[in-house]
C-alpha cells in the first residue's frame, strides 16, 4: 500500500524498542514498571453493573428506536495510539476472521446490528429497529437508511447484511459460525417453515422455524467482543475476491483500515461524514506489543493513549502526569476448562477422535453414576480446591475483581446458586487425587487463551503453580491464541486452559458452546447436556429459560464439568492527550479501551 507507515517507532524493530522503552522507563521513574499497588480509589466505575436478568419480560413486538449521533466538537486533530498485547493478522472478511482479531475489528472497522446497553438490552446500530413475533419465529429486521460502506463501494442493503452472515457462516472460523447459519437457514438441519426473505433495501424477514432465545441472536449481532459480527460490500467481494477484500476491507465502521503489518500494527484513517460519529482525531492505531513493560513504557513517554494494562502497573500508570484510569465493572470473568471430556458422539453422529480416558480428568464411562466417573470428577475437583482464587484477585489482579468458582453468571449474581464455591483446600485436594488413584500426580498441559484480558497469563501461571504445590507435573503452554485455537475448534487439544470471556447476556449462551454443533468448544461434550442446553433454548417463557439454567449449571458444578477463578473489571489508561470520560459502544466488551471514535483531544 502506498500509505505512510505510522509515526509510532515501534513499527520496526519491535524488540529493540522494547529494550529502549524500558530502559527509558527505568532512568525515568527509578522503579519498576511492574510495582504491585493498593488499589486506588481514584478508580471510579462509571458504568452501571447488570445485576439482573436481562428481558425479564419478552417484548416481542417492541420496536427500538436509534439513537441520534453526536456532532462532532472539533476538527480532527493528530493520531490515537493503543497498544494491544496481540491483534492477530488483520482479516476482516467474515469468511476469514476469527478471535481474537475480531474484537479489535469490531472495535474500529465494523459494525454489529445491535448493541448491548449497560443493563444487556439490545439498541439498535446497523439495525434500526425490529419486530418479533409473538410465537418468536417471525424477525422482521428494518436496516439504518445511507450507511456509506468504505473505499466508495456505496451504500449498505439488504443484500450487503445476508451475504456478510452467510460468509460468518460458511467461513467456519467464528466461534458462533453454526448458529449465524442456523438463525439466517444456511446451516444445520432443516427446519420447517424456516426462511430468510428480503423484502426491500432496508428490510428482511427471519423465519426461524422453531422459536429462538432473544440473546442467543443479539449475542452474535453485537458489536462488542470476540463474538460479534459486522457487515461488510458484497460488490467489493464479487470484485477483488473475499482473501484481497480481507485484507482492505469495505465495512462501516467510523475508522477504515489504511496499513497493517502482521504482529505489529494496524493503522485507520477517520471516516469523514460518518453515519452515526465522526472521530475527532486522524488517525486510530493499534499496536501488537505483547510485554507488558513495553506497554507501560510506550504511555509513560506518551508514545502510546492507551493500552492493554495489567492490574499491577496501576500506580505506575497513575504517576504519569495527566493520565486519567477509568473503571468499568463486570468487564470479564476468567473460565477454566478442561478439555477432552468428549462423551458420546459428535454432531455427524461419530465418535471424536480425540477422546483420550488416560488423562485423569476424563471419565473412560459417561454414566454419571460410575465409579470411572466419579474419580475423574474428584480429580477435577481437587485441581479446583487446590487453587486460591482469592489471593489471585488480590495480588494478580490488585483487588479489582472478585473469585469465582462457575463462568457464564457475572452479572446475574442475584439468581445464581450460592453454593457454587470451590473452596480452597490444598490438602484435601491431596487427598482426593491420591483416592481416585493418583497419590503421586499425573501431567497436564495449561494453556492461557490470550486474548486481551487482565492478568490472563499470569492468573493462569499462578494455576499452574499451586496445581503443582499438590503434586501435578504441569506443561505450561505460551502460544498466541490464534496458535492454539484450531485445536480447539476440532476438539483435538487435550488439556486445560484458562479463557477470560466477556459478559454473557443471559447465561445459556455461555453453555450454547457445550452443544456438538457449536463451532467452537471449551471441551467438554456430553448427552446430558446436550439435550438440557437444547431444551432450554428452545424455550421463550423466561421464567423456564432461567429454570433451565440454574439446572444446566447446578449439573455443571456438581460434576466440575468446568469451572471459572474470578470476575475483573475493566481498567482504561488514558494518557493526557485524551479527555478522558467517553463511554463504550457495547457493553459486553469493557475490557479494554474502545469507542476511539468518541475521544476527544485534549486541547
Not at 187 to 194: D, E, K, S
Not at 267 to 285: G, I, K, N, T
Not at 466 to 494: C, F, M, S
Request: hydrophobic share 40%; proline share 7%; with cysteine.
Amino acid at each position: 500500500m502506498t500509505n505512510p507507515r505510522p509515526k509510532f517507532s515501534l513499527s520496526k524493530h519491535l524488540p529493540k524498542a522494547i529494550v529502549l522503552l524500558f530502559v527509558a522507563l527505568l532512568f525515568a521513574c527509578g522503579s519498576s514498571a511492574t510495582a504491585t499497588p493498593v488499589p486506588s480509589t481514584s478508580v471510579e466505575p462509571t458504568a452501571v453493573p447488570a445485576t439482573t436478568a436481562p428481558g425479564a419480560t419478552p417484548v416481542p413486538t417492541a420496536v427500538m428506536e436509534a439513537t441520534e449521533a453526536p456532532p462532532a466538537m472539533a476538527e480532527p486533530a493528530g493520531t490515537i495510539n493503543m497498544g494491544q498485547k496481540e491483534t492477530g493478522i488483520f482479516e476482516a472478511h467474515p469468511s476469514m476472521s476469527s478471535s481474537p482479531r475480531i474484537q479489535f475489528t469490531s472495535s474500529s472497522v465494523g459494525e454489529g446490528l445491535i448493541t448491548t446497553a449497560p443493563d444487556l438490552s439490545a439498541n439498535p446500530m446497523l439495525a434500526a429497529s425490529w419486530e418479533i413475533s409473538e410465537n418468536f419465529l417471525e424477525w422482521t429486521w428494518n436496516f439504518q437508511k445511507g450507511v456509506q460502506f468504505h473505499k466508495g463501494y456505496g451504500e449498505m442493503t439488504t443484500e450487503d447484511v445476508l451475504y456478510s452472515y452467510q460468509q460468518w457462516h460458511e467461513g467456519a472460523l467464528h466461534a458462533r459460525s453454526g448458529i449465524i447459519g442456523e438463525y439466517f437457514s444456511v446451516g444445520g438441519p432443516g427446519r420447517p417453515g424456516a426462511s430468510v426473505t428480503v423484502v426491500d433495501d432496508y428490510t428482511m424477514v427471519v423465519n426461524t422455524g422453531t422459536p429462538w432465545v432473544q440473546q442467543d441472536v443479539f449475542e452474535f449481532m453485537r458489536n462488542g467482543g470476540g463474538s460479534s459480527t459486522w457487515v461488510v460490500s458484497k460488490a467489493q467481494s464479487d470484485e477483488l475476491g473475499a482473501e484481497a477484500a480481507s485484507k482492505d476491507i469495505a465495512a462501516t465502521g467510523p475508522w477504515q483500515i489504511e496499513e497493517h503489518a502482521s504482529g505489529e500494527f494496524w493503522r485507520f484513517s477517520a471516516v469523514e461524514d460518518h453515519w452515526r460519529q465522526s472521530p475527532l482525531f486522524d488517525e486510530l492505531v493499534y499496536w501488537t506489543i505483547p510485554e507488558e513493560a513495553a506497554r507501560v513504557a510506550g504511555f509513560q513517554t506518551g508514545q502510546l493513549d492507551s493500552f492493554d494494562m495489567a492490574f499491577d502497573s496501576l500506580a505506575t500508570v497513575e504517576a504519569v502526569e495527566g493520565a486519567t484510569v477509568v473503571g468499568w465493572p463486570n468487564a470479564g470473568q476468567a473460565g477454566l476448562n478442561f478439555y477432552g471430556q468428549l462423551y458420546g458422539l459428535d454432531k455427524d453422529g461419530n465418535e471424536y477422535e480425540f477422546y483420550n480416558p488416560d488423562n485423569a480428568w476424563v471419565s473412560s464411562d459417561m454414566d454419571t453414576e460410575s465409579q470411572a466417573w466419579k474419580d475423574a470428577r474428584d480429580v477435577r475437583k481437587a485441581l479446583n480446591i487446590a487453587i486460591d482464587r482469592q489471593t489471585i484477585v488480590d495480588t494478580i489482579l490488585s483487588g479489582f475483581g472478585a473469585p469465582q468458582s462457575l463462568r457464564d453468571w457475572m452479572g446475574h449474581d442475584a439468581r445464581a446458586n450460592p453454593d457454587w464455591v470451590h473452596e480452597y483446600n490444598p490438602e484435601l485436594a491431596k487427598q482426593m487425587l491420591a483416592d481416585a488413584g493418583y497419590p503421586d500426580g499425573f501431567s497436564i498441559t495449561l494453556t492461557p487463551a490470550i486474548r486481551g484480558a487482565p492478568g490472563e497469563v499470569e492468573a493462569c501461571e499462578a494455576v499452574a503453580q499451586y496445581w503443582e504445590a499438590i503434586g501435578v507435573d504441569v506443561k505450561l503452554q505460551h502460544v498466541p491464541y490464534a496458535t492454539i485455537r484450531p485445536e480447539l475448534i476440532t476438539r483435538k487439544y487435550n488439556g486445560v486452559t484458562c479463557h477470560t470471556v466477556g459478559i454473557r447476556l443471559t447465561p445459556i449462551i455461555g453453555a450454547g458452546n457445550y452443544q456438538t454443533k457449536s463451532t467452537f468448544s471449551y471441551g467438554t461434550h456430553h448427552p446430558w447436556l446436550e439435550e438440557h442446553v437444547t431444551d432450554t433454548k428452545l424455550q421463550t417463557d423466561p421464567a423456564k429459560i432461567q429454570a433451565g439454567e440454574r439446572e444446566i449449571y447446578d449439573w455443571v458444578f456438581d460434576n466440575v464439568i468446568f469451572a471459572s477463578l474470578y470476575t475483573h473489571d475493566g481498567i482504561w489508561p488514558v494518557g493526557p492527550r485524551l479527555v478522558a470520560g467517553w463511554q463504550p459502544t457495547d457493553y459486553s466488551e469493557v475490557r479494554t479501551a474502545t469507542a476511539f471514535e468518541y475521544a476527544e483531544p485534549n486541547r
